[in-house]
């Protein structure tokens, strides 16, 4: 019986949105992934590990990512456009999101903890 088909576009795409709930993981290796329970104990440093991880996922080529999730499906992936597009999304956004952190940390470094 074969397995599943594991896409890796739904899975840069749950990365890139719910990466810091670890619904990626999820998806990809199930319930008894003790990396998919980590993202939802440590919330703040899974935010940057997910877009980390959906940067990951879309950018493993096609025939590596067949060979790691989709040994038994019977199909192969292509993934197109979407991906590429997925991911140019993705490092806009957590680069925003960093340089963001680095700046509100400075700034509460730089004034005693000010808020405002």
């Known amino acids: 019986m074969p397995n599943s088909h594991k896409n890796k576009t739904l899975s840069t795409l749950l990365a890139a949105l719910f990466g810091w709930l670890g619904l990626h993981r999820f998806y990809l290796y199930g319930k008894k992934d003790f990396w998919a329970w ?20 879309g950018l493993t080529p096609d025939e590596k990512w067949d060979a790691q999730h989709n040994v038994h499906s019977g ?18 956004l957590g680069s925003t999101a960093l340089i963001a952190t680095i700046a509100r940390g400075f700034d509460l470094y730089l004034t005693g903890g000010a808020f405002g």
């Open 38 to 57: 980590a993202h939802l104990a440590f919330p703040p440093l899974s935010i940057f590990a997910g877009f980390i991880g959906a940067l990951v996922i």
């Open 75 to 92: 199909q192969t992936s292509n993934s197109g456009w979407g991906v590429i597009v997925l991911v140019v999304l993705t490092f806009a």
